[in-house]
């Protein structure tokens, strides 16, 4: 047993506790990582505010994160102490039915007693000091100096890769670019429309860019992040509260009759709405990235579908991620892309409620704290 530091989310609604907690070393299987930096995904607000029917208290939130390998447990033969490894909310345990179909990425291994914020053998590795038990998150619960995750739950990098960079990798930029690449196999010269320009919706538009999209268009309320998008490759912006009338009519005629492909990264079913009818009637798609909260659901009139335009969805970008990410991170050591001017905050554990105000006023793209 050690003790670590962590932002600990006591209750829905609450801001995080910054406080000392206890952490059991690795199980079988299992591997205790020093967490060196975490991004805040608007996914750990969403859970931190009580939006998630999956949502359970207390429990140490964050999922894009980056370290180093401590100790291992009995039987792990992939990992050892010193290795660098980005922690895996969707795992690849390459033996599941899910893992064994190429169609998917949603390994299913352990997705049960994650999504109860446990590890594999249905107990939890973190406790309060006065012994109360605190839940995992996401498999992963970056925002503590230590964790303990599943070997299967780890991708291995390279060693060169800076961790207050690459552990954006471990959600928004894979979801984002893998989006384009894995779900929606974007072709050259597709047109495009991305609602929402955050921390995921600037990696969708990377994406696009290198995917060869002739046409760009970002939609977001907030013109603050015009220049942001339009450095990653944004070729049009529409800001929906200035357009008047219709904004589906403006985007089809925007697109020269609707986009190939459309995006969600907002978690707003309204926009989700909207992103499916602005997709080309006959052969247009449209991807929900976007998370929505409990109780909200998606509608449209069946006619959009029997006309032709189809509704998917992904997560974690369709990326297979002890196979995906170790390429993803080269990508980056290699210049294929950018990361560095989305990371526009670095905070401390104890500013991470700081991290989570910016998100709210739209001054951030990605805050990382850094241990
Ligand atoms: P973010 O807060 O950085 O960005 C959201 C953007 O959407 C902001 O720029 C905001 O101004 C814009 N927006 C909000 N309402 C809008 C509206 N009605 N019309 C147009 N723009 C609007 O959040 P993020 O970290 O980029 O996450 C985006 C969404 O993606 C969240 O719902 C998150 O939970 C989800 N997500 C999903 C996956 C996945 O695997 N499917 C992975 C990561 C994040
Ligand atoms: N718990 C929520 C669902 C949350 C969700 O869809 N999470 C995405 C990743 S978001 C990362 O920022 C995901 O991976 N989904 C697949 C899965 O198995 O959770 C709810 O609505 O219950
Ligand atoms: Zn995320």
Known sequence: MIKTRAAVAV???KPLEIMEVNLEGPMAGEVLVEIKATGLCHTDEFTRSGDDPEGIFPAILGHEGAGVVVEVGEGVTSLKPG??????????????????????????????????????DGTTRF?????????????????ANHTVVPEIALAKIREDAPFDKVCYIGCGVT?????????????????????????????VIQGLRMAGADQIVG????????????????????????????????????????ADYTFDATGNVNVMRTALEAAHKGWGESIIIGVAPAGAEISTRPFQLVTGRSWRGTAFGGAAGRTDVPKIVDWYMDGKIEIDPMITHKLTLDQINEGFELMHKGESIRAVVEF
């Open 11 to 13: 209750a829905p609604g």
């Open 83 to 120: 290795d660098h490894v980005i922690p895996l909310y969707t795992p690849e345990c390459r033996e599941c039915e899910y893992c064994l179909n190429p169609k998917t990425n949603l390994c299913q291994s352990i997705r049960s007693t994650q999504g109860a914020g446990l590890l594999p």
């Open 127 to 143: 406790s309060m000091l006065d012994g109360t038990p605190i839940h995992h998150y996401m498999g992963c619960s970056t925002f």
């Open 175 to 203: 979801t984002g670019i893998g989006a384009v690449i894995n779900t929606a196999k974007v072709e050259i010269g597709s047109r495009a429309v991305v609602f929402g320009l955050g921390g995921i919706g600037l990696n």
């Open 219 to 258: 939609v977001d309320l907030n013109p603050g992040k015009v220049e942001m998008a339009t450095h990653f490759g944004m070729t049009d912006f529409v800001n929906p509260a200035e357009i008047e009338g219709d904004l589906v009519a403006h985007l089809v005629e925007l697109t020269g009759g609707g």
